[in-house]
């Protein structure tokens, strides 16, 4: 490492973090909201209506970024998990308990938005579909974790608990992205392919897309937010945590 490079690994420390995660919530957090609304407006007032399912189809710049978000999250909360385990950093195992209730809160926003888009398609609120049944254990899975993080006091063993049952959900993701292939179901297949043409029009396409950035950044800056939240209560008997606390205003 020269003297003019970043040394990434000195903001795996609490202390370090933490002015860091400030910095870049209101940047995120701004960018997710500007997002969300110009893709909210392209998909309720620009996009084409669909020739087969009329306006209804509107739910799915909603549902699909949902879906891709609580299943991206799940992966990116094991994969610090697994950090946790391997290097036993206490950074990565705040950032997994961080991600947790916003991928469990998309989890249920796509298994919401998916019962209101199937009632006029399929006639029903819900069926047992392979994938509406994997991304219903996908969200009990973020539950499960939650819970037993909150029913251990210890902290260190909370992490190594809840880091084992996330990789061992692991396994849920794959069944739920290939689910539509693997068995007959009811579900569509998938809305964007990287090796297909695409199968909307443009516009609908680019406003999927733009909900999808949305839902990314604000899951970046409410992650930052609460694992800020995280490390004061995990690191209060640090001085710096002291310190900081001090010069507060009350």
């Known amino acids: 490492m020269t003297k003019t490079g970043i040394s990434w690994f000195r903001f795996s420390s609490p202390a ?19 997002l969300a609304l110009v893709g909210l407006y392209l998909g309720f007032f620009v996009a084409p209506t669909d020739y087969q399912q009329g306006e209804s189809y509107r739910i799915i710049f909603i549902h699909v970024p949902a879906a891709w978000m609580a299943m991206f999250t799940y992966l990116v909360m094991a994969g610090w998990c697994a950090a946790s385990l391997i290097w036993n950093t206490r950074m990565s195992a705040m950032m997994a308990q961080a991600l947790a209730p916003t991928g469990a809160m998309f989890a249920f926003v796509s298994l919401w938005t998916g019962a209101f888009w199937g ?45 084992l049952l996330a990789l061992v959900g692991v396994i849920n993701v794959p069944i739920i992205y290939f689910s539509v292939k693997w068995w007959n179901t009811l579900h569509q297949g998938a809305s964007v392919s990287m090796t297909a043409a695409p199968k909307m029009a443009q516009t609908m396409l680019v406003t999927m897309l733009i909900m999808a950035f949305a839902a990314w950044f604000y899951t970046i800056a409410v992650a930052l937010h609460r694992v800020r939240s995280i490390i004061l209560e995990r690191e209060a008997h640090t001085d710096w945590v002291r310190a900081l606390v001090q010069r507060s205003p009350q």
């Open 119 to 163: 009632r006029p398609t399929w006639g029903t609120y819900w069926v047992w579909d392979a994938r509406l049944t994997s991304t219903l254990i996908l969200l009990f899975l973020y539950l499960g974790y939650i819970a037993l993080r909150s029913a251990i006091d210890d902290p260190r063993r909370a992490d190594r608990a809840s880091a």
């Open 16 to 34: 370090t973090f933490y002015p860091l995660a400030g910095r870049l919530v209101p940047w995120f957090g701004t960018a997710a909201a500007v």
